[in-house]
C-alpha cells in the first residue's frame, strides 16, 4: 500500500485525522513509511490494521511528532488502528522486530492528540499486550 492509500484509510478511522489538510497528513505518513516505522496488515487485499511508532530518547520528545532517535530507550506508537487484538499483537511484533525491546513504551491511551501522554515499563507491557498477563 502507498502513502496516499495509507493516509486515506487513517483519515477515515481516525477522528483527529479528519482536521488535518492533506498537505499535513500525507507527509506524516510518508515519514514513517519512508524509514519502515509504519505497519500494515491486510487480509484479503483489504487493510485491517495500521501501526505507527517510533523511538526516542525523553519522553517529552513525543509531542515532537517528527522527533526520533533510532537508539532511543522508549518506543512512542502514534497510533494503531485496529478493531481485532489479533492484528495489535502483529502490529506489536512488527515493532518489536523493526526497533528491538527497549526500556519504556509510551502512548496516549484513546489515540486523541490531547490526552495525557503514557509511560510504561515495554516488558511488562509485552506480556499484557501478547500474553493477557
Known amino acids: 500500500m502507498n502513502t ?3 493516509a486515506a484509510y487513517i483519515k477515515r478511522h481516525w477522528k483527529p485525522a479528519r482536521k488535518w489538510d492533506r498537505s499535513q497528513l500525507v507527509p506524516w505518513v510518508d515519514w514513517f513509511l519512508s524509514d519502515n516505522r509504519l505497519g500494515v496488515i491486510q487480509h484479503d487485499g483489504r487493510v ?5 511508532a517510533r523511538t526516542l530518547s525523553t519522553e517529552d520528545e513525543h509531542n515532537n511528532m517528527y522527533a526520533h532517535k533510532e537508539d532511543g530507550p522508549i518506543a512512542w506508537v502514534d497510533l494503531v488502528i485496529t478493531q481485532d487484538p489479533k492484528v495489535s499483537q502483529l502490529l506489536w511484533r512488527l515493532m518489536v522486530k523493526r526497533f528491538g ?6 502512548f496516549q491511551r484513546d489515540m486523541k492528540c490531547s490526552s495525557k501522554p503514557r509511560f510504561h515499563n ?3 507491557m509485552q506480556r499484557i ?3 493477557g498477563k
Open 4 to 6: 496516499l492509500g495509507i
Open 129 to 131: 499486550l501478547c500474553h
Open 122 to 124: 515495554f516488558k511488562q
Open 48 to 52: 485491517i490494521g495500521v501501526g505507527l
Open 101 to 106: 525491546t527497549k526500556q519504556v513504551l509510551g
